[in-house]
């Protein structure tokens, strides 16, 4: 591990002005310790940011909720409003990692990990994201993890995180504060930049900007939600494919539906030509099949990730039977409740 | 020097007369307060006073030659110490029982990821960023297999083959056959603690505390590695986070740290990082595999055929024994078992837990299962039709075989009768299968040793033996205290110390028949001086909570020894191995839920019913069922190493991208079943081994009831999401 310097901060516009060149927020340490024991992220600066007060509530805002970016991905989790309002967040949460690290990773973190593509934690190995310009060792290398929408040539590694794709179908917002105080809001397309030719630049992130809450906008009243999360063992893996799912009916047809998708996407992926193709219509596995084949209309898989075209229409289909009622609801799919 | 006791015929069971009533009790593990409480120190955890730090290096290219170490790229590395490399320096572990270095190949690169440098620096995080900056310069060769699939030099094993008959025109003119094609990926022991190692030379002499199974055999292997007398070694492993066979021989981090310590005159720890565990320990070989078996349609076999090919780089000498029990299990006029080894470019292979029956027994039992679908027979009757009477390639009879037993005895007590046809039942979206699997892993006696004192109220037992979290302390005590009359409390069991008398070592599942039989041997001999100073026969004797009784004697130990007694015990294996065949046998029988859409599998219940000879702790031997059953799931759903395809070198090589089992992938109900059998043939306690048998079959019974839940087939382990919705979208379901 590389010296560094630890500086921890008492107030937002300490950190803010520590960062910089070279330096790196910590707060549940969870991804970039591990990442600074290999030597795959080497910050000259480590600005511990979990002393700031004001960042761990969880509380009413506007006709939603406002989550502190220190919140822990276990308190969150567990929290009675989300629960009951937007369970889809505490399912996919709790379908991540293991209670030690959820105990730890705080919602800030959780949404800055990086990826778990196996060249990128591999320092022998050329990677554009880790080292730009390198190359990229995954074009014709192991792809197993990959992802197949929104891959440019530089990269096709796929964003970890389970919470970000709850947070995309909720269609949530990052509350973003810069150096001199001033925040701004935006929605996590906003927040996550495709790869293209620079895919070590992940975020929209300025400099000594930090997120500080994410926004859940007024809750989908009446709403079924799932979280369908399929992995290569039953707990502590990452997502072969994931599919979160926010649905309402109308009667017997589909009112509105918001889909969101992890394993698939270089970020965690959401397609409005899915959900507009769901809106108002009958459900049955036709149409699924059909949401999935336009969601998958641009895939660009590795050939090893092949398989993640079968599978993630087979995993919204499974998701969708259950959030429209074509079959009965088991564990992932809730209904949510009009009040805690 | 002791007299050494040769295993040529069947000896009396004495520990079915004892009185201690100790042996067989499920009796808890002494060490296990001190290990859950942090108290029992692991290699790692020794602190020694001046002790420095190295952190190993490793080659990033396939193949070719080192031509430069720049050492002085990390000169400002603060506190550096050294960088050691050059020609002591060991490529990968000892295979067990090795007995001599590894390959010290100096400046040559065989695989991506061999160990090439130590870089010793004062704190160990200095040291990593040293070893992480250290610039090496290479020319690397570029002719370079790392494929066994493409491999240009595949050695086949012509002198190793059973042929018998003709297994070409058995098939040909069969009522049904099969012939099918599997591969199994390459596995690792993924032991919890990793390899770790302290140093410290006084004068000549090198004292190094390690994790290593085989301590007789690594002892010398590290003289030889750093090119001393074997006498001058002294190696410590008291306590060990688990081995699995990564730890049978001396590697990388024993020999740097030994060399680094000799250098720089003080105490060198080495402790590889989980990544180093996965690029530079033995792993097991990847396989494929050519099953083949035809029959009568009464369900009579009349060929059996497994023909394999593993890898190693071309001058490891070990190669997977892929079709070991497919040669003994069930007989047939024609047989045919050849294995060809693909010389490549990839970590090395070794050992791993029941190397031979846990990758060969996949392919073996699930190829049987298909068969037996064809003949519309019963798995369970069909394997029953075929046990042959004596061991079909060597004609040995078999000593103790439960296989038959525990065939029918399983398919009872799990309730096979209500198997469904395949893909019949449902609930919900899951489909629900049964499928079952034999197991057996072949049984061995290794040359060991031990010495055990009696005192009026306390028992000592000293042996090199090692405890990899098995049981060994808690066995050797419950045979001394049984032997000689004591409370198991009253055992001190004195393990992993190359200064005591020399063990099998843990391996192949001999340790606990091997190193237990010296212990009993040795008591045996305290119980002949017991019963002449009472003045009986050995054969009146009985002892028991320290009194001594026989021929209308009585007396207490107290009386007994006005001095402790003290023998030795040794054994080796004798005519019986020549005369008859031993190994453990059972049956392994699973119930799976299959997902419709997302093709995950969850094992919901599995039941394991063994013959392992004569059960020492009731505990321990549950524990070690249990966890090869573990891994049976784990190689059948989970277990995978990925290599890059240019370069060989593992790519999943961390615990999050290597998926052992997590406890959501085992079910409450993993039942195990112990049948109660002698094997007289094996050794004088009648125990055979344990720790493997579990393993072996288990994951074909997994992989057996997936097909009997869905209809799919799965020829390419392991079992994931991805192959089992491959196998419904062709059955279009
Ligand atoms: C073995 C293992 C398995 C895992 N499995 C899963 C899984 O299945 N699914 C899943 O979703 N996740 C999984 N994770 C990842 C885990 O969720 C993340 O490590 C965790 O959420 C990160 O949170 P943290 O607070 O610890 O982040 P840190 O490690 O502290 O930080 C991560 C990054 O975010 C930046 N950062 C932190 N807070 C802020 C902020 N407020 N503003 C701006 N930047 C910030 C840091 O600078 C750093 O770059 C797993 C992790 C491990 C180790």
Known sequence: ?340 | MTDTFKMDEAQPRLLDETRQGVIGTPMDRPEGKLKVSGRAPYAAEIALDGMVHGVLVRATITRGQITAIDETSIHDTPGLLGVFHGEHFVRNPAQGMAAESPEQPGTRIDYHGQPIALVVAKTFEAARDGAHKLKISYKPDDSVDVDPQTASNVVSKDDDAVIIGDVDSAMARADASVDLQFTTPGQVAAAMEPHAAIAQWQGDQLLLHGSLQMLRFNKRELADAVGIDPENVRILSPYIGGGFGSKLGIGAEAVSAALASRALGCPVRVVMARQTVFDAVLRRTETSQRVRFAATKEGKLTAIAHDDTVSNLSDEGFAEPVSTASQFLYGAENMHFLQKVAQIHRTPAGSVRAPGEAVGMLAFEAGLDELAEKLDICPVQLRLNNLPERHPATDQAFSARALAQALREGAQQFGWSERQPTASRREGDWYIGMGMASAARSNMLVPSAARVTLEADRIVVETDMTDIGTGSYAILGQIAAEMLGLPTEKVVVRLGDTDLPGASGSGGSFGASSAGSAVYLAAKKLREELAHSLGCAAEELTLQDGMARGANHEKSFAELLPNPIMAEGAIEGGKTADEYFSAGFGAHFCEVAVHAWTGETRVRRMLGVFGMGRVLNEKTARSQAVGGMIWGVGAALTEELSHDPRTGHIVSRDLANYHVPAHADIPRQMDVVFLEERDDQANPMQTKGIGELGISGAGAAVVNAIHNACGVRIYDFPATPDKVIAGLEALGR
């Open chain 1, 1 to 340: 591990m590389k010296s560094f310097d630890y500086i921890r901060a008492e107030s937002l516009s300490d950190a803010s002005k520590a960062m910089g060149d070279g330096a790196q927020l910590i707060a549940g340490g969870t991804n970039l310790l591990d990442l600074m024991k290999l030597q795959i992220m080497s910050p000259d600066r480590v600005i511990d940011i979990t002393r700031l007060p004001g960042l761990s509530d969880v509380a009413p805002y506007k006709d939603g909720v406002k989550i502190g970016a220190l919140v822990s991905n276990s308190d969150l989790a567990a929290d009675p409003k989300i629960k009951a309002l937007y369970p889809v967040l505490t399912r996919a949460i709790v379908a991540g990692a293991s209670g030690q690290i959820r105990n730890k990773a705080s919602t800030g973190g959780n949404l800055l990990q990086r990826t778990r593509c196996p060249y990128f934690y591999d320092t022998s190995m050329a990677c554009n994201k880790r080292a730009p310009g390198t190359g990229c060792s995954a074009h014709g290398g192991a792809g197993r993890m990959l992802a197949i929408l929104g891959t440019s040539d530089d990269c096709m590694a796929a964003h970890p995180s389970d919470m970000a794709v709850a947070l995309r179908a909720l269609e949530a917002h990052v509350e973003i504060t810069s150096a001199n105080g001033e925040t701004r809001e935006v929605g996590l397309d906003t927040l996550y930049r495709l790869p293209g030719d620079r895919p070590d630049l992940e975020t929209t992130l300025a400099e000594g900007e930090i997120i500080t809450a994410v926004i859940l906008p007024a809750p989908v009243k009446g709403s079924v939600q799932s979280y369908r999360k399929v992995r290569d063992r039953a707990s502590y893996a990452f997502a072969l494919v994931s599919v979160a799912a926010v649905v309402t009916m109308d009667g017997d047809k589909i009112d509105t539906a918001s889909l969101a998708f992890g394993g698939v996407g270089v970020r965690p992926w959401k397609d409005a030509q899915v959900d507009a193709l769901l809106h108002g219509q009958t459900p049955d596995q036709a149409l699924f099949a059909k949401a999935a084949d336009r969601l998958l209309a641009q895939a660009k898989p590795h050939p090893e990730a092949e398989f993640k075209r079968p599978l993630v229409k087979r995993a919204l289909i499974a998701a969708l039977r259950e959030a429209t009622g074509l079959a009965p609801a088991t564990a992932g799919t809730d209904k949510t409740r009009d009040a805690v």
